[in-house]
């Protein structure tokens, strides 16, 4: 009988091909990554103490937005309704949204007007209620703080209240009847 004997012969490690894949991917998949951007608000909650005092001073007298289920209110001063935004029919879904175009063009018209007076006012608090979605109070926030201008054939964000401060809500007082009267 005859052996025989093979002769184990190390491979050669071939990753030329494999080096070759890598020198092409990966610059392809950092080219085609999305950079996320995260931007910082800065945000301050409203001193309970300042609720408490009533002022006579028009510069320190607050400006409020309230979000409301159906509707958004602009109050100026604090707890006096100046402006009631509706919510309309959006043209792509057809659902109800809240108007932030219009609350952008009425913002707009009370900083006018309070500059007109001599007041310079850069603060707005923003009340809503605890169910209220997150996209719609972000997009309040970008609302109020500033809006689209053109300069000198060019568009830039010119600010309207940047120094934003949330709150909740007041809640209706009125008492609902349960069952029957007795």
Same mark, same amino acid.
């Given at each position: 009988? +005859?052996?025989?004997?093979? +002769?184990?012969?190390?491979?050669?490690?071939?990753?030329?091909?494999?080096?070759?894949?890598?020198?092409?991917?990966?610059?392809?998949?950092?080219?085609?990554?999305?950079?996320?951007?995260?931007?910082?608000?800065?945000? *301050?909650?409203?001193?309970?103490? $300042?609720?408490?005092?009533?002022?006579?001073?028009?510069?320190?007298?607050?400006?409020?937005?309230?979000?409301?289920?159906?509707?958004?209110?602009?109050?100026?001063?604090?707890?006096?309704?100046?402006?009631?935004?509706?919510?309309?029919?959006?043209?792509?879904?057809?659902?109800?949204?809240?108007?932030?175009?219009?609350? $952008?063009?009425?913002?707009?018209?009370? *900083?006018?007007?309070?500059?007109?007076?001599?007041?310079? *006012?850069?603060?707005?608090?923003?009340?809503? +209620?605890?169910?209220?979605?997150?996209?719609?109070?972000?997009?309040?926030?970008?609302?109020?703080?500033?809006?689209?201008?053109?300069?000198?054939?060019?568009?830039?964000?010119?600010?309207?209240?940047?120094?934003?401060?949330?709150g909740d809500a007041p809640v209706?007082?009125?008492?609902?009847?349960?069952?029957?009267?007795?």
């Open positions: 009988m +005859r052996r025989s004997r093979f +002769r184990n012969k190390e491979a050669e490690l071939d990753i030329t091909s494999f080096m070759n894949l890598m020198i092409i991917l990966v610059p392809v998949l950092l080219m085609s990554m999305v950079f996320s951007h995260i931007s910082v608000l800065d945000l *301050k909650l409203p001193d309970l103490a $300042s609720d408490s005092k009533p002022t006579d001073d028009p510069k320190k007298e607050a400006l409020e937005l309230v979000i409301e289920d159906d509707e958004l209110i602009i109050n100026y001063p604090a707890g006096a309704p100046l402006k009631r935004l509706p919510k309309i029919e959006d043209e792509e879904t057809g659902e109800l949204v809240h108007n932030f175009k219009l609350l $952008s063009t009425v913002l707009r018209e009370v *900083k006018r007007k309070l500059e007109a007076q001599g007041i310079e *006012k850069d603060d707005i608090l923003i009340l809503s +209620r605890p169910d209220t979605d997150y996209q719609t109070i972000i997009k309040s926030m970008d609302t109020v703080r500033s809006f689209k201008a053109v300069v000198a054939a060019s568009v830039v964000e010119a600010k309207l209240f940047p120094v934003i401060s949330l209706d007082d009125a008492p609902e009847s349960e069952g029957g009267a007795q």
